[in-house]
């Protein structure tokens, strides 16, 4: 006999379920909850972490844009140059530069202004010019290394507050219910899977941006190559 009424039990609750499944019209029990209502329940340490994704996300994002800008390699434009300074026209030479608009432009240029002295100090002007076009491109890319690191630790700051408000809530209460230690266990989760989260999205980006510049880096070494090579055929 206990065996027919677990069978119709059983029974009874897969009706239920199948009729709740195909009335469309059922009201749920409860409403899905938002994104954003999921992430409110981090606890305090949300308000930095989001803080810290907008200034990661804009720092990527404008460093992108300008290097993006700046490293565009124009491989007719050393050869132009060298046919302006062969026929003793600066001015020019100096003018397409500038139109360039780009790192590599303001790199010959300052190989052009040292024109008419020995080829070490036309070699020095462009190692110099080089370094502070890269440094440019660098800069402020700390703070996108420094996001990288400080959002998985205040997502762990998160993990340590709400496994306290787990033990102070059931000290309080005396109750180790599940609706109890729910609460400090969003608060737990949440605050660690976005401070991974900001962490890799902030490391991807530092990275991805340390590679176009070192891509930038080799294609400017050719060309500053190809132009010290240009001047001493004369020479020759």
């Known amino acids: 006999p206990t065996k027919n009424i677990k069978q119709q039990n059983m029974i009874g609750f897969f009706l239920q379920a199948t009729a709740a499944v195909a009335d469309p019209?059922?009201?749920?029990?409860?409403?899905?909850?938002?994104?954003i209502d999921i992430l409110f329940k981090g606890g305090v340490v949300m308000i930095p972490l989001i803080i810290l994704s907008l200034i990661s996300i804009a720092f990527i994002i404008s460093k992108y844009l300008f290097i993006r800008e700046r490293s565009k390699i124009d491989h007719n434009l050393v050869n132009s140059v060298l046919d302006k300074?062969?026929?003793?026209?600066?001015?020019?030479?100096n003018l397409i530069c500038d139109q360039a608009n780009s790192s590599l432009g303001n790199v010959v240029k300052a190989g052009v202004s040292q024109i008419g002295k020995p080829i070490e100090y036309i070699e020095k002007a462009l190692t110099v010019q080089s370094n502070i076009e890269m440094s440019e491109m660098e800069s402020k890319m700390g703070?996108?290394?420094m996001v990288s690191g400080i959002?998985?630790?205040l997502g762990f700051i998160g993990t340590i507050l709400g496994v306290i408000l787990i033990f102070y809530n059931i000290s309080q209460t005396a109750?180790?219910?599940i609706g109890t230690i729910s609460a400090?266990?969003?608060?737990?989760?949440?605050s660690s899977a976005t401070g991974l989260v900001v962490g890799v999205v902030a490391f991807m980006g530092y990275n991805y941006l340390l590679t176009k510049i070192d891509n930038f880096s080799l294609h400017l070494q050719k060309e500053v190559l190809e132009f010290i090579k240009g001047l001493q055929k004369p020479v020759r």
């Open 151 to 153: 959002a998985p630790r």
């Open 184 to 190: 400090g266990l969003y608060q737990k989760m949440i």
């Open 175 to 177: 109750d180790i219910s």
């Open 143 to 145: 703070y996108i290394a």
């Open 85 to 93: 300074v062969s026929l003793g026209q600066f001015d020019s030479a």
């Open 25 to 35: 019209n059922a009201v749920p029990v409860e409403e899905s909850i938002r994104l």
